[in-house]
Nanobody, 119 residues
Framework: QVQLVESGGGLVQPGGSLRLSCAVS????????MYWHRQAPGKWRELVAS???????MYADSVKGRFTIARDNAMNTVHLQMNSLKFEDTAVYYC?????????????WGQGTQVTVSS
């Protein structure tokens, strides 16, 4: 059974940090590119960061220099380190796995974790 379980969300003040984790099971992580998306109230879900099976990373302009995505294949975990958090980072953050060869034909989503940036 495929599972992606996000954790690490919570309430943080502006300028603070959080580290999100996505624990995966039921598939071979090394075959999948991994993504973090987020969705704020009333907005479309957007791509925040990605890391390929070859560890190539991509970031949305809005988080460049503040967020870092990493993967630990041995631990079947993907992380998103978020620093210098801003009010506009408030959203539900979702982890997604997409097969590196089959693409969107094989993709899995986690249930999301809430991040709230507030003073």
């Amino acid at each position: 059974q495929v599972q992606l379980v996000e954790s690490g969300g919570g309430l943080v003040q502006p300028g603070g940090s959080l580290r999100l984790s996505c624990a995966v099971s039921g598939f071979i992580l090394t075959h999948y590119n991994m993504y973090w998306h987020r969705q704020a109230p009333g907005k479309w879900r957007e791509l925040v960061a990605s890391i390929s099976i070859n560890f190539s990373r991509m970031y949305a302009d809005s988080v460049k220099g503040r967020f870092t995505i990493a993967r630990d294949n041995a631990m079947n975990t993907v992380h998103l380190q978020m620093n210098s958090l801003k009010f506009e980072d408030t959203a539900v953050y979702y982890c997604r796995a997409e097969h590196a060869t089959l693409g969107s034909q094989v993709t899995y989503w986690g249930q999301g974790t809430q991040v709230t940036v507030s003073s």
